[in-house]
C-alpha cells in the first residue's frame, strides 16, 4: 500500500475532523482455526510453497484515518518459518502503529500467545524524516504451525492518501477480504488495471463501504524479461482527486486536465517575439522545415540541463545561484533549465519558425502501462513535444540530454500521450523505433595464431536506442569508468575469456545517433582440437543469447525494453597452410518476430563470419514463450557450429 | 564499537537473498541516500587547519583506476582510568574520480556502549569557498551493516553527507565518541581500500598503565612518545587493499596494529587480552550459567532421546532438534551482541542467534552426560590465524566442540581431532542446518577457533576434512544418432558443501517446477538446445544423504555436422573452468577455496551405427600441488567415453602458485572445448 502518494490539495482546513474510529479488539477475539487449516501440509494448489496465507484482511478508513491489518499464515515448511519475523515499516510523523497482537497456534491446536517485546527500530532519521519499522518475531513456529498477528495503522488525520490493495503478493493467498471508507470531502476513484483474480467479483460500494472478497490469488512471481509488476499483481487502486473534482467519464476527464495542463504551459511559453530573435540566431531563412527544426532542437540540447546532473546537496544549489525561470525567454536567457523546461523552450522556438507543434505528456511504460480510463494524472509523468514537419507527427524530447533528433528515451516510446491544446486535446501514441534502429554492429578483422588464438581489431557502433542508453548511463563516469564499461561489454559479449582494449575515445557527449567504439581484442584458445584438425566456432559474439529463456516453464508475459537487432561480420584470417575443409551451412530462420541469419564463407583463406540477429517485439503472452524459447535455441545451435580447419601439413592429406 | 559475535546461518553461497516484509525498507535506504543529497544546509565555514594543511600535500602512489586518495587519517584515544575511551577520529580524501563521491558520505555506526560527542565534515573545493556541515545535518539509520536476519540490534550508523565530493575536491571529516568498551582492546586499521597518505594514531594512557601492540600484515613500527604516557604511531605512502575474487578476507590483508591496555598494576577487572587463556576465561565467565537446563528442556531431551539408545544417535538426535526446530533469529542488544541468551529462553521460544544455539545444545548434551565447549571463529577461514594477537574482534560465529567418549568410533564422525586435555572432540555448528552432525562445512575447516575451555581458551585449529567429502560426481548414459541428437540419463550426485548448495538454493523454490531450475541452468550452459524430459530430485531434506538429481535430457544438434564427420564434445556437461585469474592486472593476493573438493565426471557415448572415431582429443594429466586435473577420452566398441577428476587438495594457493593456477584453469578450459570427430565406418 502506498503510503507516499500524497494528494497535495488534500490537507484539511477544516480542524474539525477525525473522531477515530477504533476497532475494538481483545486478545481473545482471534476468529477459529479450523481442524483443516490445522492439519494442512500443503497447499495444492501452491506445490512446494514455504508458507500460505490463509486469510488476510484491510479494512481501511479514510474518515477515520486508519487501516486494519490481519493476517493468519500456514507454515509449511522449515524455510517459510522466516514469516515468523515481522517488521512493519512506518512514518513516524504521519502514522502510528497500535495494537500489535500475534500468536502461534502449534500444530496440536495449542497456542502461544505473544507476549514478547516489540522492539522500535530506526529505519532513518533525521531533517524531518523519521522512518521507523515496530518489529517483533513469533515463539515456537514450526512447519505446521499457524502463525497470525493483527494491528492498526493511524494516519495523520490532517491528510488523505491514495492507497492500493494489493491481491497479488509474495504468497499464495486462500482468502482475503479489503473494506474502504473513502473520505467524503475528496472524490475517489478506484479501478483494478490488471483484471481481477479469477471467481473475484469487482468491488462493491455499499453504505459508503467499498468491499472486495477474493481467494486463491496465486503467489506472485518474478521472472527475468517480465513487465513492470505493477502491471502484473493484482490490485486495486485508490485514488483521489481534489476539492469539486468529481469527473467520472474518462473522456471528460482528461479533457478537463489537458485544459488545466495547456493554460501555464501557454504562459510559459508565450514569449514570441523573444523566441523568434532567437530562432533567427539559430537558422537561416534557406533551411528546409527538417533542417530548421533539427538546428532548432540542437540548440535546445546545448542549453544546460540540471535535470540530468548528480545530484548536489541544497547547500551547492544554493551557492550556485541557479534562478528560476518563469517563462522560456528566461530559460534562453539563463542558458539552465530543467529537462522539462528544455522542451517547453523548443516547443517555443519550433512555434516561433511557424511549427504546428504541441506540447505531450506521455507515461513512461517502465512502471505503468497507461491507461487513461483509471484516470490517474500521476501516471502522466513524461513530457515532450509533437511537431508537423511535412505533413508528419514527429515526437520529440530535446529535454533528455543525448536524445538524438527524432528519438525518444526508450520509456517514452511507443505509448499513449495526452497532446494539450486550449480544448484539453487529445490522445496521441509516441513512435516505436524498429529493431533496426536500435542496433548493435560489431565488426572484427581478426587473424587466426598457430596456437589457436584469435587477434585483431573489433569496431563495435551502437545506434538509436542501443547508444543513448550508454550515454545517459556513463553519464557521470570518467574516461576510465567508460573504458571498462565499453570493455567489460564486449567481454560479456564473447563465450570465452577475452584480452580486450579499447583504443579509440567514443564520443560520449553527443546526441549524435551513433556510439562508436574501437578495440584490440585477443581471445586465446577460440579455436580447439580434434584431433588433427582444428575447429573454429562462429558465433563469436554470441553470449548474450547463450543464457536467454532458460527455463521451460513460464508464468509472465515477456516484455523487453524495446525492438533491437545485433549484425556481426567478422574477417578471419588462417595461419597460412591452413585450410577450412568444411563450412557449417547457412542458417536464417525467420520467426515473425525475431529473426537469426547466421553465415560462414571460404574467400580465399579468409574466413568470413556473418550473423544477424532480429528482436522485433515489445510484448509477447506467455503462450508464445515456447516457441520463443525454440527460437533462442535454434540461435545457439547456429552459434555454435564451428568450421573444421586443416592445420598446414596436415591439409597436404586432405 | 563492541564486536558482535552473530552469523547469519545460511548464507546463500551463490545467492538468493529473502527479503520478505523487508523489500520496502531496502527501498528506503535509497531514499535515505537521496535525503541526504538533498538536504544538508551546509555553511560557509572554512576546513580546519589540519585539513588546510594537506590542499597541496603530494598524493600517495595511485593508478588511473583509483577513486581518491587518503591524505590523512588520524585517531587519538584517550583512555581513562575508568576504563572509558574518548577518541577523536580524522580522515581527509581528496576525490579523483566520480567514484571517489562515495567518500562525501560520513558513517558511523554506534551502539548502547558508545555516544557520538560530536561529528562534523568539510569540503574543500578545487575552487571557491570550503564547506562545512554538523551533526544536525546527519541521518540516522540502523539498517547499514545490518544483516537481514537481524531482528533487532542497537547498532546504529550516523550518515553526514558532505558537499561537493567531486573529483578535485578534497572531503574530511571529525568526529568524537566516548566508548565504554567491554574489553580495552582497540584494533587500528590502518590499510584501506584506497591508498593512504598518512595515518596516524595517537593513544594517551592514564598514569602508570600500559599498552601492548601486534601488527598483522605489516612490519612493526614503534612509536613516539609525544607526551607523559602518550604514544604516537605514523605510518606513510600504504597501499590500497583491492579487492579480488576469491581472496582471503580483509583481516588477514589489511595492515592493523591490535593494541591491549593494561592497567596499572596489572589487577584491574577490565583489561586487553595478553593470551588467549584470557579471552577464554572472560568468555566463559560472560556465559557462566546460561547453559543451565530447565526441567522443561530435560524433558524435552528425555523426549528426544528416548529411542536413542547409543550416545551418537543421542547426539544426532539433539543435533536434529537444534538445527531443524530452533529458528535462526538474532536479537543483539548491549552485551547480547557477544552474550547468549539462556538456554532455557531460546528453547522456550524456538529460536535465537548461532550463539543461542550453541548455548542450547551445549545444555542439552549436558543432560545426556556429554561435555560439550564454545568455540568462537570466524566465518570465513583465515581471519583468525596463529599470528592473531588474543582478541574477539576477529571472530563473529559461535559453534561447540563436543567431547567424544571413548568407542564412539562411525564413519559419520569426520569433523574430528584429538585434542590434548580434551581428548577426542567432534566440532559441530547447530545454526548450519544443512551441514550433517559428524561434519563441517568447507569454510569452518583449517579455521582457527578459540576453544573455550574451564581452564581458559586456546586457539585451535580445526580439521581439514578429505576432499572426498565434498563432492560433484555425474554420470551419464547417453546415445548419439547420425542427425547429431544426443539423450539420455544424467546422474548427479552431490556431497558435502555442494550437496548443501543445492539444497539452500532449493529452499527458494516455492513450487516443485522450481525445483529443476538449477539443472536446466547447467544444461544451457553446456547445450544449445535441450529437454529435460524427466528429473527427480532425491535427498532434498535428508542431509546426512547425499542429494541426488537425476534427469533424462534430449538435446538436437549436439554433435555438429562438418561435411561426412560428426564432430562431438566429450565433456558433455559442467564446466570447471573459471576466467577468475584472466585479468589484465597481475593477482595480488592468494586464491581461497571454499574448501577442499572432487568431482568426477564419467559419461558414456554410445555413436551412431555407421560412424567410428576418427579422432580423440588428448588425455590430460595436470598435477600441481595444490590440486590435480586428469581427463580421458577414449572410444571402445562404439561407445565414446570421457572421464575427468577434478581435485583441489590444498585450500589456499599462494601468490607464488597463482601463476600455475591459472595455468590449469587454461588446461580445463581448452579440455572442455575439444571435439572428437567421428567418421562413416569405412567397410
Given at each position: 500500500m502506498s503510503f507516499f502518494q500524497r494528494w497535495m490539495q488534500t490537507v484539511f482546513l477544516s480542524a474539525l475532523v477525525a473522531v477515530l474510529f477504533v476497532r475494538p479488539v481483545r486478545a481473545d477475539d482471534w476468529q477459529p482455526v479450523t481442524p483443516e487449516e490445522l492439519k494442512m501440509t500443503s497447499e495444492p494448489q501452491a506445490p512446494g510453497a514455504p508458507a500460505v496465507y490463509l486469510y488476510r484482511q484491510v479494512d481501511r478508513d479514510d474518515q477515520g484515518s486508519h487501516e486494519y491489518n490481519f493476517k493468519r499464515i500456514k507454515i509449511l515448511t522449515e524455510e517459510g518459518r522466516k514469516y515468523a519475523d515481522i517488521e512493519l515499516p512506518f512514518w513516524k510523523d504521519r502514522q502510528n502503529i497500535r495494537g500489535i497482537q500475534a500468536r502461534t497456534v502449534r500444530p496440536d491446536g495449542s497456542i502461544v500467545n505473544f507476549d514478547g517485546k516489540v522492539y522500535e527500530k530506526t529505519i532513518v532519521k533525521g531533517k524531518g524524516v523519521k522512518y521507523l519499522a515496530k518489529t517483533f518475531t513469533l515463539p515456537d513456529v514450526q512447519a505446521g504451525s499457524i502463525i497470525e498477528y493483527r494491528y492498526t495503522y493511524d494516519m495523520d488525520g490532517g491528510y488523505v492518501f491514495d492507497s492500493r490493495w494489493i491481491l497479488s503478493e509474495e504468497l499464495f493467498t486462500k482468502r482475503a477480504k479489503f473494506s474502504l471508507i473513502s473520505n467524503h470531502q475528496f472524490t475517489l476513484r478506484w479501478s483494478w488495471p490488471r483484471g481481477l483474480p479469477p471467481g473475484t467479483n469487482a468491488p462493491e460500494e455499499k453504505s459508503g463501504v467499498i468491499r472486495l472478497e477474493t481467494q486463491n490469488v496465486p503467489a506472485f512471481q518474478t521472472e527475468d524479461y517480465m513487465p513492470p509488476e505493477n502491471e502484473l499483481k493484482f490490485r486495486v487502486d485508490f485514488v483521489y482527486s481534489g476539492y469539486g473534482s468529481t469527473e467520472s467519464d474518462p473522456e471528460k476527464f482528461w479533457k478537463q486536465y489537458g485544459k488545466n495542463q495547456y493554460g501555464p504551459i501557454d504562459e510559459f511559453v508565450g514569449k514570441r517575439k523573444a523566441m523568434e530573435g532567437a530562432v533567427a540566431q539559430i537558422?537561416?531563412?534557406?533551411?528546409g522545415p527538417e533542417v530548421k527544426l533539427q538546428k532548432i532542437y540542437a540548440r535546445a540540447q546545448q542549453v544546460r540541463n540540471t535535470s540530468f546532473e548528480s545530484g548536489k546537496t541544497e547547500k551547492e544549489e544554493k551557492r550556485e545561484k541557479l534562478k528560476d525561470s518563469n517563462n522560456v525567454e528566461d530559460v534562453w536567457k539563463h542558458g539552465y533549465a530543467s529537462g522539462a523546461e528544455i522542451n517547453w523552450l523548443f516547443l517555443a522556438l519550433a512555434r516561433a519558425a511557424g511549427f504546428e507543434a504541441y506540447p505531450v505528456f506521455a507515461s513512461g511504460r517502465h512502471e505503468y502501462f497507461f491507461n487513461p480510463s483509471v484516470m490517474n494524472r500521476s501516471q502522466l509523468n513524461s513530457d515532450l513535444v509533437l511537431v508537423k514537419v511535412n505533413g508528419k507527427d514527429i515526437y520529440l524530447d530535446p529535454g533528455t540530454t543525448f536524445a538524438p533528433y527524432g528519438l525518444l528515451p526508450w520509456p517514452e516510446t511507443g505509448v499513449q500521450g495526452l497532446r494539450v491544446d486550449k480544448d484539453g486535446g487529445s490522445w496521441v501514441r509516441t513512435t516505436l523505433p524498429g529493431a533496426s534502429e536500435s542496433r548493435i554492429e560489431r565488426k572484427a578483422s581478426l587473424k587466426l595464431t598457430d596456437a589457436g588464438d584469435l587477434e585483431g581489431k573489433l569496431t563495435v557502433t551502437f545506434l538509436g536506442l542501443e547508444a543513448l542508453w550508454r550515454r545517459l548511463d556513463q553519464r557521470d563516469e570518467d574516461d576510465a569508468a567508460r573504458k571498462k564499461f565499453l570493455e567489460d561489454q564486449v567481454k560479456e559479449s564473447v563465450p570465452a575469456t577475452i584480452h580486450v582494449d579499447l583504443t579509440n575515445k567514443p564520443d560520449w557527449k553527443s546526441s549524435a545517433p551513433t556510439l562508436v567504439a574501437e578495440y584490440d581484442l585477443k581471445i586465446p584458445g577460440w579455436a580447439s582440437a580434434a584431433g588433427r584438425r582444428v575447429l573454429i566456432p562462429i558465433g563469436l559474439f554470441s553470449n548474450a543469447e547463450r543464457h536467454v529463456f532458460e527455463h521451460a516453464n513460464r508464468v509472465n508475459p515477456i516484455y523487453l525494453t524495446y525492438p533491437s537487432q545485433k549484425i556481426d561480420d567478422a574477417t578471419i584470417e588462417l595461419p597460412?597452410?591452413?585450410?577450412?575443409?568444411s563450412l557449417p551451412p547457412e542458417q536464417n530462420n525467420d520467426a515473425h518476430v525475431c529473426v537469426y541469419a547466421v553465415r560462414a564463407e571460404n574467400m580465399n583463406g579468409m574466413l568470413h563470419l556473418r550473423r544477424q540477429l532480429t528482436v522485433d517485439f515489445l510484448l509477447l503472452d506467455p503462450k508464445y514463450y515456447s516457441p520463443l524459447r525454440d527460437f533462442f535455441q535454434v540461435v545457439r545451435t547456429g552459434d555454435e557450429q564451428q568450421i573444421v580447419v586443416v592445420p598446414g601439413a596436415a591439409s597436404a592429406r586432405n | 564499537m563492541n564486536s558482535k559475535l552473530s552469523w547469519f546461518p545460511a548464507q546463500p553461497p551463490h545467492g538468493t537473498k529473502h527479503v520478505g516484509q523487508r523489500t520496502s525498507i531496502v527501498a528506503l535506504l535509497a531514499f535515505a541516500a537521496g535525503m541526504l543529497a538533498a538536504t544538508p544546509r551546509a555553511i560557509a565555514a572554512d576546513a580546519p587547519g589540519w585539513m588546510r594543511a594537506l590542499v597541496n600535500a603530494p598524493l600517495p602512489a595511485h593508478d588511473e583506476k583509483t577513486d581518491a586518495v587518503r591524505l590523512y587519517s588520524e585517531e587519538i584515544l584517550t583512555v581513562q582510568p575508568n576504563g572509558k575511551i574518548k577518541t577523536l577520529e580524522r580522515e581527509a580524501y581528496k576525490i579523483l574520480r566520480p567514484g571517489g563521491k562515495v567518500y562525501g558520505s560520513v558513517r558511523a555506526s554506534y551502539d548502547s556502549e558508545t555516544r557520538i560527542t560530536s561529528i562534523k565534515g568539510w569540503c574543500i573545493p578545487a575552487q571557491g569557498k570550503d564547506y562545512e556541515v554538523k551533526e544536525k545535518d546527519a541521518m540516522e539509520t540502523s539498517l547499514y551493516g545490518v544483516e537481514d536476519s537481524e531482528l533487532v540490534t542497537d547498532v546504529r550508523t550516523k550518515l553526514l553527507q558532505i558537499p561537493a565530493a567531486d573529483p578535485g575536491n578534497i572531503v574530511g571529516y571529525e568526529i568524537d565518541h566516548e566508548d565504554r568498551p567491554y574489553i580495552l582492546q582497540d584494533e587500528w586499521i590502518f590499510q584501506s581500500s584506497v591508498p593512504t597518505r598518512e595515518a596516524r594514531y595517537t593513544l594517551q594512557l592514564p598514569p602508570g598503565w600500559e599498552y601492548k601492540a601486534v601488527w598483522l600484515n605489516h612490519p612493526e613500527v614503534f612509536p613516539a612518545a609525544t607526551g607523559n604516557n602518550q604514544w604516537q604511531w605514523m605510518i606513510s605512502d600504504v597501499k590500497a587493499v583491492e579487492p579480488e575474487g576469491e581472496m582471503p578476507p580483509w583481516q588477514s590483508v589489511a595492515g592493523q596494529m591490535i593494541v591491549s591496555f593494561l592497567p596499572a598494576g596489572g589487577g584491574g577487572q577490565k583489561k586487553g587480552f595478553e593470551s588467549w587463556g584470557e579471552v577464554g576465561s572472560w568468555y566463559l565467565e560472560l556465559t557462566r550459567g546460561r547453559r543451565d537446563a530447565s526441567p522443561e528442556i530435560k524433558q524435552k531431551v528425555a523426549a528426544l532421546t528416548a529411542s536413542a539408545l547409543a550416545p551418537l544417535a543421542k547426539m544426532q538426535a539433539l543435533a536434529r532438534f537444534l538445527q531443524q526446530d530452533i529458528r535462526y533469529v538474532a536479537i543483539e542488544l548491549g552485551i547480547g551482541g557477544l552474550q547468549p541468551h539462556p538456554a532455557v529462553e531460546v528453547f522456550t521460544k524456538r529460536y535465537g542467534d548461532c550463539k543461542d544455539k550453541a548455548t542450547l545444545m551445549s545444555s542439552m548434551l549436558k543432560e545426556i552426560g556429554v561435555d560439550s565447549f564454545y568455540i568462537v571463529i570466524n566465518t570465513k577461514r583465515g581471519a583468525v590465524t596463529p599470528a592473531t594477537p588474543p582478541h574477539l574482534g576477529g571472530f563473529n560465529h559461535v559453534i561447540l566442540a563436543i567431547q567424544l567418549a571413548d568407542g564412539i568410533n562411525d564413519s559419520s564422525l569426520v569433523a574430528v581431532m584429538q585434542h590434548p586435555k580434551l581428548g577426542k572432540i567432534l566440532f559441530f555448528d547447530p545454526t548450519d542446518d544443512l551441514t550433517p552432525f559428524g561434519r563441517l562445512r568447507g569454510p569452518l575447516q583449517a579455521n582457527y577457533g578459540m576453544l573455550v575451555m574451564p581452564e581458559g581458551g586456546e586457539l585451535t585449529e580445526l580439521p581439514q576434512l578429505s576432499p572426498a567429502m565434498n563432492a560433484i560426481n555425474r554420470t551419464a548414459k547417453l546415445k548419439l544418432d547420425a542427425n547429431g541428437t544426443l539423450q539420455g540419463e544424467v546422474k548427479e550426485t552431490r556431497l558435502g558443501d555442494p550437496a548443501s548448495y543445492q539444497r539452500y538454493a532449493l529452499r527458494a523454490a516455492t513450487k516443485d517446477a522450481d525445483k529443476i531450475k538449477p539443472i536446466e541452468t547447467l544444461l544451457a550452459h553446456s547445450f544449445a538446445t535441450f529437454q529435460v524430459t524427466k528429473a527427480t530430485v532425491t535427498s532434498l531434506d535428508s542431509t546426512n544423504l547425499p542429494f541426488e538429481y537425476n534427469y533424462t535430457i534430449v538435446s538436437q544438434n549436439y554433435a555438429k555436422l562438418a561435411g561426412n564427420l560428426l564432430l562431438v564434445r566429450p565433456r558433455v556437461l559442467g564446466s570447471k573452468a573459471t576466467d577468475l585469474l584472466e585479468t589484465k592486472e597481475p593477482r595480488r593476493y592468494p586464491v581461497e577455496f571454499d574448501g577442499p573438493e572432487r568431482d568426477t565426471d564419467d559419461f558414456e557415448i554410445t555413436l551412431p551405427a555407421g560412424y567410428e572415431v576418427e579422432d580423440l582429443p588428448p588425455p590430460v594429466d595436470a598435477e600441481y600441488s595444490f590440486a590435480n586435473y586428469r581427463s580421458k577420452a577414449e572410444a571402445n566398441g562404439g561407445v565414446l567415453r570421457y572421464t575427468r577428476t577434478l581435485e583441489v587438495k590444498e585450500i589456499s594457493v599462494p601468490l607464488s602458485k597463482v601463476e600455475e593456477l591459472k595455468k590449469l584453469y587454461r588446461v580445463i578450459a581448452n579440455d572442455e572445448r575439444n571435439a572428437a570427430v567421428l567418421r562413416p565406418t569405412v567397410h
Open positions: 537558422v537561416s531563412p534557406n533551411d597460412p597452410g591452413w585450410q577450412a575443409s | -
